[in-house]
């Protein structure tokens, strides 16, 4: 006859059961929540740091954008000023320049290669200088315009103005000052004279070729008792020099 189990031998086995299946309940939970947290914590770093390397990369990308605006403004010269027209050759020793560039930059004009004056440019485009002082002769002058970004253009188109204050020679050869004309037949005469090649001449206001030597002559008719006859030479810069003939004539 087998023994009888003890009462308290199943107590010990279904107590070691019950701390078993709890056991591998526990471990079974935790296994599970290390699964579902390992996948969304994946998942959440995957897509979390996509998102994050996608919004830097945005941010980055745009201040690029504009660093690149940046640049090319910086780079990007204004258009060289219009300048009014100036003289070829002038009698005044100072000289004032105007035109028009881009509105609220500043105009450098240069005089003989050296800076001579600053003008801010008003809103409209527009701006005036002050009185420059010119040397005698030859004088070079151009301009360029400093942008708000600190980029030049340009030279303007270099002209020469030159500063001449002598008045030109002007020699009368015929007829004399003074002289008495006789005869029907010499009431046509011919005055003539010499001056500067580049010189303008007048008689009477009448406008008379000069050639290249700088002699010219013309004719000219009399009428009867006194002739004032006004010879006047101008040269490009302005200057006159006058010459007048008195004449009498008795046909």
């Given at each position: 006859?087998?023994p009888?189990?003890?009462?308290?031998?199943?107590?010990?086995?279904?107590?070691?059961?019950?701390?078993?299946s709890?056991?591998?309940?526990?471990?079974?939970?935790?296994?599970?929540?290390?699964?579902?947290?390992?996948?969304?914590?994946?998942?959440?770093?995957?897509y979390?740091l996509?998102?994050i390397?996608?919004?830097t990369?945005?941010?980055?990308?745009?201040?690029?954008?504009?660093?690149?605006?940046?640049?090319?403004?910086?780079?990007?010269?204004?258009?060289?000023?219009?300048?009014d027209?100036?003289?070829?050759?002038?009698?005044?020793?100072?000289?004032i320049?105007?035109?028009?560039?881009e509105?609220?930059?500043?105009?450098?004009l240069?005089?003989?290669?050296?800076?001579?004056?600053?003008?801010?440019?008003?809103?409209?485009?527009?701006?005036?200088?002050?009185?420059?002082?010119?040397?005698?002769?030859?004088?070079?002058?151009?301009?360029?315009?400093?942008?708000?970004?600190?980029?030049?253009?340009?030279?303007?188109?270099?002209?020469?103005?030159v500063?001449?204050?002598?008045?030109?020679?002007?020699k009368?050869?015929?007829?004399?000052?003074?002289?008495?004309?006789?005869?029907?037949?010499?009431?046509?005469?011919?005055?003539?004279?010499?001056t500067?090649?580049?010189?303008?001449?007048?008689?009477?206001?009448?406008?008379?070729?000069?050639?290249?030597?700088?002699?010219f002559?013309?004719?000219y008719?009399?009428?009867?008792?006194?002739?004032?006859?006004?010879?006047?030479?101008?040269?490009?810069?302005?200057?006159?020099?006058?010459?007048?003939?008195?004449?009498t004539?008795?046909?």
């Amino acid at each position: 006859m087998s023994p009888k189990p003890q009462r308290g031998a199943f107590k010990n086995i279904n107590s070691f059961s019950s701390s078993h299946s709890s056991f591998r309940k526990g471990w079974g939970w935790l296994l599970l929540a290390v699964f579902f947290l390992g996948g969304f914590g994946w998942l959440g770093y995957r897509y979390g740091l996509t998102a994050i390397l996608e919004v830097t990369n945005f941010f980055a990308n745009l201040g690029n954008q504009e660093e690149i605006k940046d640049l090319t403004y910086e780079k990007i010269p204004p258009s060289p000023p219009l300048l009014d027209p100036l003289p070829e050759a002038t009698n005044s020793a100072s000289l004032i320049v105007s035109g028009s560039a881009e509105p609220e930059t500043e105009v450098k004009l240069f005089l003989n290669g050296e800076e001579a004056e600053r003008i801010m440019v008003d809103k409209e485009g527009k701006f005036v200088s002050s009185k420059l002082s010119l040397s005698q002769g030859e004088n070079t002058f151009f301009a360029r315009v400093e942008g708000k970004n600190g980029a030049e253009s340009q030279d303007s188109l270099r002209q020469i103005i030159v500063f001449d204050n002598e008045a030109p020679p002007l020699k009368i050869s015929s007829p004399q000052d003074g002289e008495i004309i006789r005869g029907e037949e010499k009431k046509d005469i011919t005055i003539s004279g010499e001056t500067d090649k580049d010189a303008l001449v007048s008689i009477n206001d009448r406008k008379v070729v000069v050639k290249l030597d700088g002699s010219f002559e013309t004719s000219y008719s009399l009428v009867e008792g006194k002739n004032k006859i006004v010879v006047v030479a101008e040269d490009k810069a302005g200057n006159k020099t006058e010459e007048t003939i008195n004449l009498t004539f008795r046909p």
